[in-house]
């Protein structure tokens, strides 16, 4: 039996993207998607990881979430299962590189923003801006050793697509480090060549698919929405490149927030893009 593991994480309780929190709730419980899934070879089953305790500081609480996200990757992979995690934000991702228990993961990240930020640097005061410097061993040391299972990537060991919303200091940071950057409208015989570079180095990859990562012409993702990024097709074809070199070990779709999909639009790209990480992980099984 091939078993899709459909995992919400959707950091509910006043943890950051409570509207993107929303976002997840609403894909994990999509019959369409969950048809679109299944027609793809797979049985779906579904987990959702509950909401910390409200009482506990903001970091805490996610961290306490993303923890018991590692926990869930970690039994859907000894089950032989495929992860596809639905999460209200990017820190997400700590916890599903963590469950992969491979011996030298990879990630490919396709998003609008670098999510690079380290606590010195940052600006803004939001958490959901350093998942990738997290994964990569800067910042929150103490509390990312807290994750089973976590060692920190070499910066070479990212990918980073359709990068384009960022402040000077972010775009600084990103320039002066390993993570292999093809920004903007993703241009593919450039992301394939980063792809390429990563297969000798790694054992398996976690493809994160950020959808802010799609141009705003395609659908509001959310309030930080941008111009500059792939269409959905492209996207598409960015998902394809990732499975045509590399085996994908678990997936994941975050930052919608349905508050700002008056049309439909962002709902429906999710749903092919669901079908495709379905279908190309169906077939390299």
Do not use: K
């Amino acid at each position: 039996m091939r078993e899709l593991r459909l995992i919400s994480a959707p950091f509910h309780d006043g943890v950051p993207n409570v509207g993107m929190g929303a976002g997840a709730a609403l894909l994990a419980g999509d019959e369409l998607l969950r048809d679109l899934l299944a027609g793809a070879g797979w049985t779906v089953r579904g987990e959702t990881i509950p909401a910390s305790d409200a009482r506990r500081p903001e970091i805490a609480r996610s961290m306490e979430v993303i923890r018991r996200l590692a926990a869930r990757v970690r039994e859907a992979r000894a089950a032989r299962a495929f992860p596809v995690v639905l999460a209200g934000g990017c820190s997400t991702s700590l916890g599903t590189v963590s469950g992969l228990g491979l011996r030298a993961p990879g990630v490919v990240w396709l998003d609008a923003h670098a999510d690079f930020d380290t606590p010195d640097d940052n600006i803004s005061g939001f958490f959901d801006v350093m998942p990738v410097a997290m994964l990569t061993g800067s910042g929150w040391a103490a509390q990312v050793a807290s994750i089973p299972g976590f060692h920190p990537l070499p910066e070479e060991h990212v990918v980073l697509g359709a990068v384009r919303d960022l402040e000077p200091y972010q775009a600084e940071r990103l320039s002066s480090s390993a993570v292999r950057v093809v920004p903007g409208e993703l241009d593919l015989t450039a992301f394939a060549a980063a792809l390429d570079a990563l297969v000798p180095s790694v054992d398996g990859v976690y493809l994160h698919v950020d959808l802010d990562s799609l141009d705003v012409t395609a659908g509001r993702v959310n309030e930080y929405a941008s111009p500059g990024g792939p269409s959905l097709e492209r996207l598409i074809l960015a998902i394809d490149a990732v499975f045509d070199r590399l085996p994908v070990a678990a997936a994941a779709l975050t930052a919608y927030d349905p508050a700002f999909d008056g049309d439909g639009r962002v709902l429906a790209a999710a749903r092919a893009v669901g079908r495709t990480i379905a279908v190309r992980a169906a077939a390299q099984r």
